[in-house]
Nanobody, 123 residues
Framework: QVQLVESGGGRVQAGGSLRLSCAASGRTRSINTMGWYRQAPWKQRELVADMSSSGEINYAEFVKGRFTISRDNGKNTVLLQMSNLKPEDTGVYFC?????????????????WGQGTQVTVSS
């Protein structure tokens, strides 16, 4: 099992910045990918950014150039620096981790989610 605890959400005006932090505990040695998803009211949860343990990064198109994801594998944390925030960035942001384990011929993957942290951007 992996436990994820987020921090850093809040309210900010459009154009402002926030930094989200997520700390993992438990079976952290099995973690491969860590990242962030968000869910706005009445919308499906969507990927914001994720990063593999080897450093491969994926960003959603709507955050490219504004958000930066980083990881500290030694501390089992993932950060999301958000800049130039827009009202449409409002939502609950969830930390995500995927563990990969098992022999090469039969690999297992488990997904874990944090409780979520609210980000509100006012115009």
């Amino acid at each position: 099992q992996v436990q994820l605890v987020e921090s850093g959400g809040g309210r900010v005006q459009a154009g402002g910045s926030l930094r989200l932090s997520c700390a993992a505990s438990g079976r952290t040695r099995s973690i491969n990918t860590m990242g962030w998803y968000r869910q706005a009211p009445w919308k499906q949860r969507e990927l914001v950014a994720d990063m593999s343990s080897s450093g491969e990064i994926n960003y959603a198109e709507f955050v490219k150039g504004r958000f930066t994801i980083s990881r500290d594998n030694g501390k089992n944390t993932v950060l999301l620096q958000m800049s130039n925030l827009k009202p449409e960035d409002t939502g609950v942001y969830f930390c995500y981790a995927q563990t990969v384990y098992g022999p090469v011929e039969r690999t297992y993957r488990d997904d874990y989610w944090g409780q979520g942290t609210q980000v509100t951007v006012s115009s």
